[in-house]
């Protein structure tokens, strides 16, 4: 089973920035962000594959920016222009998601 390892997560002010990692114990073909807001069911946030093709969701088009490192097993968001919708539990898992999912970082958008 693959181990999914998320990082980077914190309070931040509207408008800031945080930066988002995930190590994967393999590479994976396809990886993707994912977040869960309170009270909100889990959506796909981005996703990239081994090739560098991105997609993204409608919400966060134009200010977040998903990457990897492949020889690190490694996957980056990029969050700017931080909102309050913005606030959630962030997840990393492949597209489509496996059932085993990491501990999630916390994203909180505050002031």
């Known amino acids: 089973q693959v181990q999914l390892v998320e990082s980077g997560g914190g309070l931040v002010q509207p408008g800031g920035s945080l930066r988002l990692s995930c190590t994967a114990s393999?590479?994976?073909?396809?990886m993707g962000w994912y977040r869960q807001g309170p009270g909100k069911q889990r959506e796909l946030v981005a996703d990239?594959?081994?090739?560098?093709?991105?997609n993204y969701a409608d919400s966060v088009k134009g200010r977040f920016t998903i990457s990897r490192d492949t020889a690190k097993y490694t996957v980056y968001l990029q969050m700017n222009s931080l909102k309050g919708d913005d606030t959630a539990v962030y997840y990393c898992?492949?597209?489509?998601?496996?059932?085993?999912w990491g501990q999630g970082t916390q994203v909180t958008v505050s002031a």
């Open positions: 898992n492949s597209n489509p998601p496996s059932d085993l």
């Open positions: 393999r590479n994976i073909f396809r």
């Open positions: 990239i594959t081994g090739n560098s093709r991105t």
